[in-house]
């Protein structure tokens, strides 16, 4: 297939390029790089296959030939990120979004959005479902991110029912894995820069907050068995298991063997106390589950940072 994957020079899309490059499909990867990295996808630069073009996907895309699948990443994902650039976040997720379904409608092409499970703000159930629609402060300093994927997803089912695109959206839960920036503003990346360099941890608020974190190559894999799969509603991508803060900080500092202490700050606005999936749909309907256990994954992460820091 030729494939436009948009944010494909970010830690998800360019593990998507490699992936699909290795499955010998065409890649076109659009991005501005205002979060996304070179470094990511100078391996594939070489491979005729793949192709890299610097744009604004706020902007009207123009991509010339043949395409059967937009891939929609681009968007900054991390907390720092779209703090510090709130608009862009905003415009990306309308704007952009509108631009990526305009683009697989005249090419006639399948349609995949990268969503969020900050869809689901705060949750007050837990875990959550697809069916549930989540607790969001639509004017708190996160709701750039989580409106603008909210807005995503509703202009997504929208060219769905009235355009026919065949269009899926995976709600992406807290990933992890080589490729992650060291100064991205997310728990792993944070705490194993740290742990390396035997400064403090920063954990925000008292680390009793959870997440489930989920091996970046386990994604690709969810993702990839959606793109085949019949399926046009949202679909969780995570891992269920579920563990604070402060205990992934504490298994990072003993697998670094770090000297590092723990240190607490002020909770940020709007942190979710909660976060797990119940990823029923995806085990019945993609067949898929995490396999990558977290000791092994981390260990992964902390070999490509210990060659980076």
């Known amino acids: 297939m030729n494939i436009v994957i948009t944010g494909g020079a970010g830690f998800i899309g360019s593990h998507l390029c490699q992936r699909l490059l290795e499955g010998r499909h065409r890649i076109i990867c659009v991005d501005n790089l205002i979060t996304g990295n070179m470094?990511?996808?100078?391996?594939?630069?070489?491979?005729?296959?793949?192709?890299?073009?610097?744009?604004?996907?706020?902007?009207?895309?123009?991509?010339?030939?043949?395409?059967?699948?937009?891939?929609?990443?681009?968007?900054?994902?991390?907390?720092?990120?779209?703090?510090?650039?709130?608009?862009?976040?905003?415009?990306?997720?309308?704007?952009?979004?509108?631009?990526?379904?305009?683009?697989?409608?005249?090419?006639?092409?399948?349609?995949?959005?990268?969503?969020?499970?900050?869809?689901?703000?705060?949750?007050?159930?837990?875990?959550?479902?697809?069916?549930?629609?989540?607790?969001?402060?639509?004017?708190?300093?996160?709701?750039?991110?989580?409106?603008?994927?909210?807005?995503?997803?509703?202009?997504?089912?929208?060219?769905?029912?009235?355009?026919?695109?065949?269009?899926?959206?995976?709600?992406?839960?807290?990933?992890?894995?080589?490729?992650?920036?060291?100064?991205?503003?997310?728990?792993?990346?944070?705490?194993?820069?740290?742990?390396?360099?035997?400064?403090?941890?920063?954990?925000?608020?008292?680390?009793?907050?959870?997440?489930?974190?989920c091996y970046v190559d386990d994604l690709v894999e969810g993702i990839l068995r959606l793109m085949k799969s019949k399926l046009n509603v949202p679909v969780n991508l995570g891992n269920p298991k579920e563990m604070s803060l402060l205990d992934i900080g504490k298994k990072i500092i003993a697998l670094t063997n770090s000297k590092s202490k723990i240190v607490f700050e002020k909770l940020p606005v709007d942190d979710p106390k909660k976060r797990r999936p119940n990823i029923n749909r995806a085990k019945k309907y993609l067949e898929w589950k995490p396999k990558v256990i977290l000791t092994i994954g981390l260990r992964k992460t902390i070999e490509y940072f210990e060659a980076t820091v």
């Open 39 to 213: 470094d990511n996808i100078n391996p594939f630069m070489k491979n005729k296959k793949f192709r890299f073009k610097m744009h604004d996907v706020s902007k009207y895309i123009n991509i010339k030939g043949r395409v059967d699948y937009v891939l929609h990443f681009a968007s900054p994902a991390s907390p720092v990120d779209y703090l510090n650039f709130p608009i862009q976040t905003l415009k990306v997720g309308s704007l952009g979004t509108h631009n990526a379904l305009g683009l697989a409608k005249i090419k006639k092409a399948k349609f995949l959005l990268a969503s969020t499970s900050e869809v689901y703000g705060d949750p007050l159930i837990h875990p959550q479902k697809e069916d549930y629609w989540g607790n969001v402060n639509p004017i708190g300093p996160r709701g750039v991110y989580d409106e603008a994927k909210r807005f995503s997803e509703s202009i997504t089912l929208a060219y769905h029912r009235i355009h026919k695109i065949d269009t899926k959206i995976v709600r992406i839960f807290n990933t992890y894995g080589p490729g992650m920036r060291k100064h991205d503003g997310r728990a792993i990346p944070n705490f194993i820069s740290q742990a390396l360099c035997d400064e403090p941890l920063t954990i925000y608020g008292d680390g009793a907050q959870t997440r489930s974190f």
